[in-house]
């Protein structure tokens, strides 16, 4: 049989998807039967004297080549051999990505919001589901389409971080071999995130952690923790999942052995008016049992929240405690390698971009100019305030 000759069943292997044979428009002939198998793809058209050519490519590398008159015809048949050989959904492939995620060791959370954020994009519906279509009907301009219509109704954050999430699985999807090319790839972020979360004003700080240490002073665990997220600047999640193993040479240091990253891996010194509330939770209880009992970062909210209402302070997400805790560090004069470590960040540029406020580094510069400035000038006396009284 030659290259370009009809493939029959005879010679077709195994089928994972078969089409009716096409007749053609323009010459009146019969296109021949494109087969898929499992793992095959199909490239092309590409002209070749005066037909078109499709060139089908198994998974062992073999090649098969299948020629039409016109383009429009090798185009057809290539999308409905696609169709015929990848029936999943959007949703399908959605399910699909997220328990890859699950077998990698993705927390159960990360995949629960990942699974909201990918419904939110591709118009899934979380309470009254549908499929989405086909997969291979996500074209760029589908995929455009979907992600325009999120950014009328969601925050920029937001959408951006679907966006993020929808890139990523467009490219799974890839080199899984379900679609050719990723169509999200190209699709530009629109918006400009926000620079961190809201943050407390030092003086609102100092309120907050003196009314943390009163109710810790009565037994207050929740108290505890947001106590313990401030000064040591930890996630949420890594404040509610620490044992009393990971509290270690009587409470002055804190482990974080298990973490997303290398860098989120770490060990932390506690400040010396923690450690007694730390020694005092772990005491009597087994290594493996948790220093705030079994709870998720939801009650870390709720009661870093409970707190700033009892100071008297605006209230503010247990997150931004992080973004509190990386600014007073660095308005102190701490160095960006030490401040990204312990927050558990691989590079400074991360805790500056999302997490100090802006404007932070720029003070600490210019408090050293005029430092360097007031260092060479004579003292002079304080200011008269009230020239008429001198």
Same mark, same amino acid.
């Given at each position: 049989?030659?290259?370009?000759?009809?493939?029959?069943?005879?010679?077709?292997?195994?089928?994972?998807?078969?089409?009716?044979?096409?007749?053609?428009?323009?010459?009146?002939?019969?296109?021949?039967?494109?087969?898929?198998?499992?793992?095959?793809?199909?490239?092309?058209?590409?002209?070749?004297?005066?037909?078109?050519?499709? $060139?089908?490519?198994?998974?062992?590398?073999?090649?098969?080549? @299948?020629?039409?008159?016109?383009?429009?015809?090798?185009?057809?048949?290539?999308?409905?051999?696609? /169709?015929?050989?990848?029936?999943?959904?959007?949703?399908?492939?959605?399910?699909?990505?997220?328990?890859?995620?699950?077998?990698?060791?993705?927390?159960?959370?990360?995949?629960?919001?990942?699974?909201?954020? &990918?419904?939110?994009?591709?118009? &899934?519906?979380?309470? +009254?589901?549908?499929?989405?279509?086909?997969?291979?009907?996500?074209?760029?301009?589908?995929?455009?389409?979907?992600?325009?219509?999120?950014?009328?109704?969601?925050? @920029?954050?937001? *959408?951006?971080?679907?966006?993020?999430?929808?890139?990523?699985?467009?490219?799974?999807?890839?080199?899984?071999?379900?679609?050719? =090319?990723?169509?999200?790839?190209?699709? +530009?972020?629109?918006?400009?995130?926000?620079?961190?979360?809201?943050?407390?004003? #030092?003086?609102?700080?100092?309120?907050?952690?003196?009314?943390?240490?009163? *109710?810790?002073?009565?037994?207050?665990?929740?108290?505890?923790?947001?106590? =313990?997220?401030?000064?040591?600047?930890?996630?949420?999640?890594?404040?509610?999942?620490?044992?009393?193993?990971?509290?270690?040479?009587?409470?002055?240091?804190?482990?974080?052995?298990?973490?997303?990253?290398?860098?989120?891996?770490?060990?932390?010194?506690?400040?010396?008016?923690?450690?007694?509330?730390?020694?005092?939770?772990?005491?009597?209880?087994?290594?493996?049992?948790?220093?705030?009992? +079994?709870?998720?970062?939801?009650?870390?909210?709720?009661? $870093?929240?409970?707190?700033?209402?009892?100071?008297?302070?605006?209230?503010?997400?247990?997150?931004?405690?992080?973004?509190?805790?990386?600014?007073?560090?660095?308005?102190?004069?701490?160095?960006? *390698?030490?401040?990204?470590?312990?927050?558990?960040?691989?590079?400074? *540029?991360?805790?500056?971009?999302?997490?100090?406020?802006?404007?932070?580094?720029?003070? #600490?510069?210019?408090?050293? $100019?005029?430092?360097?400035?007031?260092?060479?000038?004579?003292?002079?006396?304080?200011?008269?305030?009230?020239? /008429?009284?001198?």
């Amino acid at each position: 049989m030659s290259e370009d000759e009809p493939i029959s069943a005879a010679h077709a292997p195994a089928t994972h998807g078969m089409l009716a044979p096409h007749e053609s428009e323009s010459v009146g002939e019969r296109n021949p039967d494109v087969r898929l198998s499992e793992g095959e793809r199909v490239h092309g058209p590409y002209e070749h004297g005066n037909r078109w050519r499709l $060139v089908i490519q198994g998974a062992d590398g073999k090649q098969r080549k @299948v020629s039409f008159a016109t383009r429009d015809q090798a185009l057809r048949i290539k999308r409905q051999a696609d /169709e015929a050989a990848n029936p999943r959904t959007i949703d399908e492939a959605v399910s699909a990505f997220l328990e890859h995620l699950r077998a990698r060791g993705v927390k159960a959370a990360t995949v629960k919001t990942h699974w909201y954020r &990918l419904r939110a994009f591709f118009a &899934l519906g979380t309470i +009254e589901s549908n499929s989405g279509g086909r997969l291979v009907t996500l074209t760029p301009e589908r995929a455009q389409a979907f992600y325009e219509a999120l950014t009328r109704s969601t925050a @920029v954050d937001t *959408h951006r971080n679907c966006l993020t999430l929808a890139k990523a699985f467009g490219q799974w999807c890839v080199k899984r071999g379900w679609l050719r =090319t990723n169509p999200l790839a190209e699709i +530009e972020p629109l918006g400009r995130r926000r620079r961190g979360k809201e943050q407390l004003r #030092v003086d609102e700080a100092r309120r907050f952690i003196a009314t943390c240490r009163t *109710h810790a002073n009565k037994g207050d665990v929740g108290a505890i923790a947001a106590m =313990t997220q401030l000064l040591l600047g930890m996630r949420s999640a890594e404040v509610v999942e620490r044992v009393v193993r990971d509290l270690d040479d009587g409470g002055r240091l804190l482990w974080i052995p298990r973490a997303k990253t290398d860098a989120g891996r770490r060990t932390l010194e506690v400040p010396e008016m923690l450690r007694p509330y730390l020694r005092k939770l772990a005491r009597g209880r087994q290594p493996g049992d948790r220093l705030f009992t +079994e709870h998720d970062r939801h009650w870390q909210l709720y009661h $870093v929240r409970r707190m700033c209402r009892l100071a008297g302070v605006p209230e503010i997400t247990a997150h931004s405690l992080r973004g509190l805790h990386s600014t007073l560090a660095t308005e102190h004069g701490a160095t960006g *390698h030490v401040v990204a470590s312990a927050l558990g960040h691989a590079s400074y *540029h991360t805790t500056r971009q999302h997490y100090v406020q802006p404007g932070t580094v720029e003070r #600490v510069a210019q408090r050293r $100019v005029q430092s360097l400035i007031e260092d060479g000038l004579e003292p002079a006396g304080l200011p008269v305030e009230n020239p /008429e009284a001198a």
